[in-house]
């Protein structure tokens, strides 16, 4: 396991709706790409419901989470992805957070990313265009709830192999 060496960490990253609306993943990748870490995921997803209430899941009782919901999920941007990545490498969760900046996009710093692009709506939602994982163990069960081992190109975590019969997927016609 990679994650017991040194100091080295993994953190997820969300680009949220607000964020691929505003056309800023260039913005914030190129950001990102200060700290020197290592894109170990990345993909596109459209965030099911019952992935976003897993994700949020810690803010359930909170009057705002619905609006979370349907926030996470596109619905109040007409933007029905998120991009997720999954940054890699010593102090990743320090590093991510510290060029995101505060929750409250008001609260953070100018020259952070939530600072420079973020916003709070009308009602109070923080339109923060980014999420990054608060600790190892948030990270840990964030990047296994958004990802499968197989779309990570290094082993984070212990896996095992399984056989799955009569498995429906997509093809291309």
């Not at 290094?154 to 093809?171: F, H, M, N, Q, R």
Request: hydrophobic share 35%.
């Amino acid at each position: 396991m990679l994650t017991s060496q040194g100091k080295n960490q993994a953190t997820l990253i969300l680009i949220k709706p607000d964020g691929l609306k505003k056309s800023l993943t260039g913005n914030i990748l190129t950001r990102l790409s200060e700290t020197k870490l290592e894109i170990v995921g990345a993909k596109m997803v459209r965030v099911q419901r019952e992935l976003a209430e897993e994700h949020y899941k810690h803010l359930k009782d909170k009057p705002f989470f619905e609006e979370l919901i349907k926030y996470i999920q596109g619905e109040l941007h007409g933007r029905r992805k998120v991009m997720a990545l999954v940054y890699w490498g010593e102090d990743a969760i320090a590093k991510c957070r510290a060029l995101a900046g505060a929750t409250n996009p008001e609260e953070a710093e100018p020259t952070s990313i939530r600072g420079a692009y973020g916003r709070i709506t009308t009602k109070g939602l923080y339109e923060n265009v980014i999420h990054v994982s608060s600790t190892p163990e948030e990270a840990e069960r964030e990047i296994k709830l958004w990802f499968k081992p197989d779309e990570i190109i290094v082993d984070l975590y212990p896996k095992k192999k399984i056989i799955i019969k009569e498995k429906e997927e997509s093809i291309w016609a």
